[in-house]
Each structure stands twice: as C-alpha cells, then as structure tokens.
C-alpha cells in the first residue's frame, strides 16, 4: 500500500494537517487506533445522552481572528452552527465570595475589569496592552499580511511565568487571582504558566467565546467531511507501531494489524513519545531520543459526566471556573473545576440535559491501576471515583443548589481513561506540559532527525483547540514551502 503522506492520529491535528496536505495534490492516508475520530475531541454516549470529552469552548471566532480564519480557509466554518456565550457573561471564575464574568470580547473585558477594579486601572491598562502587544507579535494569532515575524517557535519573549508577571504588576489579590484562574487554560498554575504562552491561550478564548451545536463531534464530523471530499482515507482501529527508516528517511508506517504503509512524507499527529518509541533505534541519535522521552507531560484531568433528570435554573449557557476551600484531610486536592452546561440553543449532541464538569489531576494519582484494563480497576478505583465525584458535586452545590436533586446518572474518567482512548501519554490534557522549564527548543518541534517525519498537534508550539489549528497550520506550512498558506488566512 502506498500513499504520498501518512498521517499518524486522527484526533482534531491529524483531521487539520489532512485537509491541508490533500488540498496540495497530495493522496493522504490518515490512521488511527481508536475505532472513532476525534482523540480529546471524541464524544461518547450513555443511554439517551451524548457527551463531550475534550471540548468546553472556544473563541476567537470573529473574522479576522484565527478560528474564523482557519476553519474558513478549511471550508469547514459554512457547516458548523457557532453558538456564542452571552456577551456579558461568557466564562465565570468564582472563588470564595469573590465572581468576575469573562465577557466574550477582549474591549469589553477592558471595562469590565476596569469597574471590577476601579482602583487598578494602570495595572489593568498594562495589561492589556502586554497581552496586545504579545498577540500582535505571534504570527498565527496576528494574521496580518505585509508584517515580518520572527518564528513561531521562538516562544521566549518576555521569558518568565505569569506569577512573576502578575505580582510585579498588581497588589490585589482578586484581580490576580481572577487573572491568574486563566492558567487554568494550559493546564498549569501561573507559576508554571509561560507569560506568553498565557497571553496567547488568554487572548484567544476572547473574541467570540463560543460553543458548537453538536459540541466537539460537530467539529470533527465537519472536518472528517471535507477531508473525504478532497479524497482523504481513513483508517479506524489501526495502531502504528512501527515507523521503517532508510538512512534519515521514514519510508513506511507498520501497523498492529500487520499492514505496511509506504510514504514519501509522514506527519505524527500523536502524542510525539508515542512516535519516538516506533522509530528504530539506530535511525535516532540516543540523545534525542531520550530527550523527547524524558519531557514532563501535562497533567490528566478527572471528569465528571452528568445526566438529568430536570434543566438546571441557576446556572446559563456559560462556563464556570470554580475555586473551593478543602477540608483537612481532603485527597487528591481539587483545585479549580471547569463546569460546562450546554443548554439554550444547544440541541444536540441529542439526549436530556446534561453536565460537564472537569479537574485536573497527576496520573500518579492513579498509576497503581494504570496496568489494569479499563472496567477491572477494582473497588478501591471505584471509591476514589465516587469520593472525586462526590466532592465535586458538593463544589458544585454551592453554586447550582438544585444539582444534587437533578443528577439521574453520573459517569467519570480519570486520566487513566483518557490515555487509553487517545494514547496520550498520562492522559495528558495538552500532551507535553507547556510550564515554563519546557519552552523554544527544550520543547518538540514539528522538525525532528528524520527529514521526512513531522510532529504535530498539542504537544507543539501551542495547546488547546486554538493552539492545534495553529500548530496544523504552521507545520503544513513548513511542507507545503513559501508562505501560499499563511497569506490565504491573513488579513
Ligand atoms: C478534559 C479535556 C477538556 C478540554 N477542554 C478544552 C476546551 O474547552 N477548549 C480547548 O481549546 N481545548 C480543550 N482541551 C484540549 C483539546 O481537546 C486538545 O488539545 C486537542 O483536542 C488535542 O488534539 P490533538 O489532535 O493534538 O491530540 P489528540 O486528541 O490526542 O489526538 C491524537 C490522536 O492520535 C491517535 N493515536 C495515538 N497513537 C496512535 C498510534 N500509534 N497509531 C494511530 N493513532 C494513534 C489517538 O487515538 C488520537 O485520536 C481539552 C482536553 C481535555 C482532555
């Protein structure tokens, strides 16, 4: 079997750089080990209702702004049906007493955060600007023809995290911590959190913060439908396990299935340990090998999955972050949880009214049955899920009083689930932590050792659904030569 280019995953990266490469000519052929597309993106279903795994909401949608301009260019923007948060009120972050509502535009954010904290005024002005003036200099995020750039991987400017940021610009601690509550984008704490990379991911949920009728699986659907009309195939339950190597040259994927695929270029849209450890030894320097296998991945999540039996009143079509006090005793720590209610115009993924709600959590905290299939944990996974569960129900109460009496089922995954449907490594939320230690080339780039292998997807430059369209776009790039691809979504 022969293609031009094989791309390794089918998750949201592998569905982008498909579209991008087949448009040039190219017979692509994409595999992936699940039996669905998607990987984060993938939705499951219980009895009546559908659920999302890997998507709460996205911004960045109005024209000119990077999600508009790559889901258009893509031909995919005319068959999803965006449904905007409200205005005023797009993300929440509650932390004790204290609320701030994210408005769904950065202007308006300006004047929000400039009433919330009349008293802050210079350091709010501040940052905005630094945020700007971050975003105006990132090619993929400014979009603007006629504007020399330096590299997109060169992430180092200003260097530092967003707690050094954040406490040289302000003393008071709500506004840093109402700030600070959007690390939680990258997985990571400010003090982890690159400041650039911070300013990107914060920027980007502005703009437009939407949600998708039919959630996650809508995108990929979309996605999946435009790659078949440019004569993509693809290949369902099919792991790669093998990556055959001439000299610095990958010549052909092997697969579980004990199928040869022959290529002349091959994109690892997988997490990039996963496509380390199927090069052969001796076509990889040692060094770069362990390097690559030795990076920190980012955090897993525990989720939790709500049926219900009734619609929710005091809570709307937003997203809420919320912060709570632990009890002695309290294990593991519950930091912050992203609650998500799709409900409003949202009418599909079909099914009752459901909610989502997620924490991140270490792997480590469930490593002691990471050799056990799923559904053979035992008991003890069982009760460390329902106690998770239980707090965060309890979390939850004190904002959306009626849930407890709504819940008529309730499903959870830790990061144990998400490692085994996606193969990232640790059930990593954003593959490759993104922290501060692991930025510009301690990180991988899409180029490796081998001339004709790519690395791609959320582990590379930027994270999250924004962040894998312009790691799509910009490894794409790279192949395809000369800058058709950028001047085609700029502005
Ligand atoms: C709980 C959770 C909530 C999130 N919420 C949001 C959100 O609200 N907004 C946002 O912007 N981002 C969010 N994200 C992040 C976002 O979903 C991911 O960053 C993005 O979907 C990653 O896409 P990807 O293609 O890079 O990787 P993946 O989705 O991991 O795709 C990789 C694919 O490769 C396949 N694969 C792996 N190994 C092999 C192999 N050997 N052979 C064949 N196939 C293989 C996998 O099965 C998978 O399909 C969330 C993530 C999680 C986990």
Redesign the pocket.
Known sequence: MNADAVI????????VDAILLAETGRRIIV????AI??????QFRRGRTVFD??????GSTLPGRPMRQFLEHLQVWPRLRILPFPEDAAIEVISGPNRFAYPARFDRFHEKALAAWPGERAAIDRFVADVDGICSRFKWFALRRGVEYGSPLDLQWPGGSFADYIEGATEDAWLREALSLQTF?LGLLPSEAPWVKHALAFRS?FDRTSRIDGG?GALVKALLERGRELGVEYRFR????GIACEGRMARAVT?ANGERIDADLFVA???PK??VR?IPEESLPAIFRERILAMKDSR??F?LFLALSAPLSSIGST?VMIRGEEEAGDWPPLDVI?V?YPCGEEKTPRGGPRLEA?AYMDWDIFASWGDRPSGRRGEDYERLKQEIARRMIARMRRIIPELPDAIAEAYT?TPLT?AW????EH?A???VSHDVEQQGTARPQPRMRLKNLYF????ITM??????FI?AFDTCEMIRGGDDLFRAVAT
Request: net charge negative; hydrophobic share 35%.
């Open positions: 390794i995953g089918a998750g949201l990266s592998g569905l595999i992936e080990q699940h597309p998607g990987g984060y993106l993938q795994v890997g998507f709460h909401y996205m984008n949920n996650g099919s792991e790669v396990v697969t849209a997988c997490h996963v496509a199927c897993g999540a989720q997203c992203l998500t997620m995954a998400d449907y996606t193969r990232n059930g939320v954003f593959g791609t997807g959320h582990s994270p999250g659904i924004c962040g894998v790691n």
